[in-house]
């Protein structure tokens, strides 16, 4: 089930983005196999059956430092399509698991390295997560009010959107250049790279004189009606009101069409007193009111809404974004397709729990050459 439906992935165990790229690949039907540790490593954030981003794979347990270990990971390369890793540069190297012993085992492989810094540059060993990676691309600079820190949603910006995501497109793409006949090769994922990349659109707009290098002076970070903002109640919404008919709807729902000091929605120096007139209205009413007012209008409106308040809003369950097995709340596969629909998210595999199954299905068998060939 699922569009990966026959794709085998083989994951080396890890934290971060590597996983829930692999869990990515698995919600879409691939078979992913995890190679864990017989036991878990000092640096390792065990959450046992809460961990989501090891669902719908399985688990072999491999002591990497023996020869045997390695062997065993070379016959399961042998029989994959794709392999991940998120070490360091030079561990699968230095564990004799590197891309060029890999790719001779398996000259089709895509081999996907997903790292912070990349695997060169003055920086590549060093140690780093999420918030050091989007700082030094630049994708931090914006994430904050004028005064204070810089501070993006934990891992979304960095592990997730500059890395995981990135490193999916770049295994499948990998793999469509392998099933059309050409040869294996390395997928160089970084986050540094793919933050980057993401903010294309914002220098767009700061080459075109939208966006200040002063935060909260620019038009996506500055204006009253680009902003959160809290309600009696203490809870927040946002408002998104960009495009001219959009921000009309918003004054006309507030009872502001008439207020001329509305009027240039462009100017910034108008932004901080508005901006704060706003805040003082929207504390008025508690959150619920608002919704009432606002929400499904173009006034660009919504709440701002804890994991467990948005699965339960009436869109995100008509859609059906979100589900709970054995009470740990998890958001469904997406994206969606119409003829080759995901499976549910699969179990969550115990540390080693597939070994004797994953060793007898993958290494009794044959080198797949066929495995790429057009279908």
């Not at 209205?281 to 173009?298: K, N, P, V």
């Not at 199954?357 to 993958?362: N, S, T």
Request: net charge negative.
């Amino acid at each position: 089930m699922g569009p990966l439906a026959g794709i085998r992935i083989l994951e080396m165990a890890g934290i971060g983005p590597g996983p829930f790229c692999g869990m990515l690949l698995a919600d879409l039907g691939a078979d992913v196999v995890v190679v864990d540790r017989l036991q878990a490593g000092e640096d390792a954030i065990d959450l046992g059956a809460h961990a989501l981003s090891r669902r719908g794979k399985r688990s072999v347990a491999v002591d990497l430092k023996t020869a045997q270990g390695r062997e065993t990971v070379l016959q399961l390369v042998a029989q994959s399509d794709a392999l991940i890793e998120g070490m360091r540069p030079g561990v699968m190297e230095r564990l004799g698991l590197g891309p060029d012993i890999c790719l001779q085992r398996n000259p089709q492989l895509v081999y996907g390295r997903m790292t912070g810094w990349g695997q060169h540059g003055p920086l590549a060993n060093a140690a780093g997560h999420d918030i050091n990676y989007i700082a030094l691309s630049g994708a931090l600079w914006y994430a904050g009010q004028p005064g204070e820190a810089p501070m993006a949603p934990p891992s979304l910006v960095g592990d997730i959107g500059g890395g995981a995501m990135y490193l999916a497109v770049g295994l499948l793409a990998a793999l469509m250049q392998a099933r059309a006949g050409g040869p294996g090769q390395v997928v160089d994922a970084a986050i540094v790279d793919g933050t980057a990349h993401m903010m294309s659109l914002l220098l767009a707009l700061q080459a075109g004189g939208r966006m200040e290098p002063t935060r909260g002076k620019s038009l996506l970070d500055g204006p009253h009606w680009y902003n959160a903002y809290r309600c009696a109640d203490g809870q927040f919404i946002s408002v998104g009101a960009l495009e001219p008919k959009f921000y009309r709807e918003l004054r006309e729902k507030l009872g502001l069409a008439d207020d001329p000091a509305y009027a240039s929605q462009y100017d910034p120096a108008t932004w901080p007193q508005l901006r704060q007139r706003l805040a003082e209205l929207f504390l008025t009413q508690d959150r619920a009111a608002w919704c009432t007012l606002l929400e499904g209008t173009d006034a660009c409106f919504a709440p701002v809404l804890s994991p467990e308040e948005a699965a339960d809003h009436p869109h995100l369950q008509a859609r059906g974004v979100y589900s709970r097995a054995e009470g740990v709340l998890q958001a469904n596969p997406a994206p969606r397709f119409s003829a080759t629909p995901a499976p549910a998210p699969g179990p969550i595999p115990r540390r080693g729990e597939h070994t004797g199954a994953v060793l007898d299905e993958w290494t009794q068998r044959a080198p797949r050459k066929d495995a790429h060939s057009r279908t």
